[in-house]
């Protein structure tokens, strides 16, 4: 039976007592049978398991326990877990990853250039919130950027009562370009950091790991009060002991790291929990840790959503760990040399991404009619090469144009970075 580690309850759903009743009924008198019957009649739904994440949804995590936290109990840390979550969703949607709940949900961001916001989608996918209005005062002219034709006829409208124009407005619709082209502007997305309730989610997350692997509750109760509302102990703190983030491997793997060690002799328990192979960090577990030196780990590869062997192994005496998260050392270039390498990561991905949607999109467009197991025509060749010519052409005049306009230093742009 499964008891919830933050409450106590035992964890029980309705599957169960079908059995526990089931087994009754076999060697018990027909007395209890109806009261189990009733019983069941009256709570038809008696369960209070929560399929809990142990790293969270939001940000890919696949691996679940349905026997450590209890319904009643899940709902205490949403708080923290969003917290968390507000900072990391940009990644998962940056890297287009998808989740066991839900999708990714986009971003705000803003122009750098003209302070204009807008909305980054799945991949990196700029979207306009709202239409972008131009008005050129040199030589009056207007230029108004819309997502489609209402939200163009709305913008044409307010000009309208602004500038009391003539012109009829469908007419300019008429004459409205309707294109798509790549945006090559720097945009400015700010992070949301909020340390303290993201380091509980951290704590939360590594005792999940524990519970799930049968740890024993007495050793981890003196951190629920600090995951619950942030009482005591500075127990997490940025670690940064290595860099395994290899652009050059192929497929370059973004991973997931969770890892616990114990050890007897110093009575310590510590944990390492590693995100997108760039947010590390060291919780002290326990400093009076009672029981048998042991390790756990697992690592999860984020785009191609699989658990991976874990080859990881972290030996750290007493005094280190003690040391890392007492004394908190300023980390912040570790951090931010770690999250460029993820960035141009980022961005390789999305440009190869984008290359492959040129590929089958050229394709659909050139075959189209064409039945399976048909060669295709010369024309239709000749077609597919046109198609893929030009869109190439365009995709990398914008990577070009934006490197030189903001890497001006960078001008041999080989289209591999
Ligand atoms: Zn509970």
């Known amino acids: 039976m499964s008891t919830c580690y933050v409450c106590e309850c035992r964890i029980i759903n309705r599957s169960t007592v079908e059995a526990v009743t089931f087994a009754i009924v076999l060697v018990a008198v027909e007395g209890f049978y109806h009261f189990m019957s009733l019983l069941l009649h009256k709570y038809p739904t008696i369960s209070n398991v929560y399929r809990e994440h142990i ?18 109990c899940a709902p205490e840390f949403d708080s923290i877990d969003t917290s968390l979550s507000n900072q990391l969703n940009f990644f998962g949607l940056m890297l287009n990853i998808k989740r066991d709940r839900g999708e990714n949900p986009p ?12 909305s980054l989608n799945a991949g990196g996918k700029p979207v306009l919130i709202r239409p972008i209005i131009k008005e050129n005062q040199h030589d009056g002219s207007i230029s108004i950027g819309a997502r489609d034709r209402k939200e163009m006829r709305i913008a044409l409208k ?12 469908e007419a300019l619709l008429n004459q409205a370009n309707s294109e798509a082209s790549y945006f090559d502007e720097p945009v ?22 524990y519970m799930h692997n049968n740890g024993n509750r007495e050793q981890i109760l003196h951190l629920i009060p600090y995951i619950k509302d942030g009482r005591q102990q500075n127990c997490v703190w940025y670690y940064y002991p290595f860099d395994n983030l290899d652009l050059d491997k192929e497929p370059v793997q973004i991973l997931h790291h969770l890892f616990i060690k114990t050890n007897s002799n110093e009575k310590l328990m510590y944990g390492f929990v590693e995100l997108f192979s760039t947010f590390k960090f060291l919780i002290l577990m326990s400093k009076n840790y009672i029981g048998d030196s042991l390790q756990y780990s697992y690592c999860f590869d984020v785009l191609a959503r699989t658990p991976i062997a874990s080859i990881l192994d972290i030996s750290l005496s007493r005094d280190s760990v003690l040391n890392i998260v007492e004394s908190r050392e300023n980390k912040l270039e570790q951090l931010k040399s770690n999250l460029n390498k993820f960035m141009l990561f980022i961005n390789k991905k999305q440009a190869n991404d984008c290359i492959s949607h040129i590929t089958q999109k050229a394709i659909d467009t050139s075959f189209n009619g064409l039945a399976d197991g048909s060669v295709p025509s010369n024309d239709m060749m000749r077609a597919l090469i046109e198609n ?13 144009q934006f490197s030189q306009e903001n890497f001006p230093a960078n001008n041999n742009y080989s289209g591999d970075d």
Not at 158 to 169: E, H, P, Q, T, V
Not at 191 to 209: G, H, P, Y
Request: proline share 1%; net charge positive.
């Open 388 to 400: 893929v010519s030009e869109e190439f052409a365009k995709f990398f005049h914008s990577q070009i």
């Open 158 to 169: 307010g000009l309208k009562r602004k500038y009391s124009f003539n012109k009829d407005i």
């Open 107 to 118: 971003v705000k961001a803003r122009i750098i250039r003209t302070g204009d916001e807008i």
């Open 55 to 72: 790293i969270l949804n939001s940000i890919g995590g696949k691996l679940i326990s349905p026997s450590i936290i209890c319904q009643s």
């Open 188 to 209: 400015n997305y700010n992070l949301l950091i909020d340390s303290e309730k993201q380091f509980r989610a951290i704590c939360k997350m590594i005792v999940n790991f």
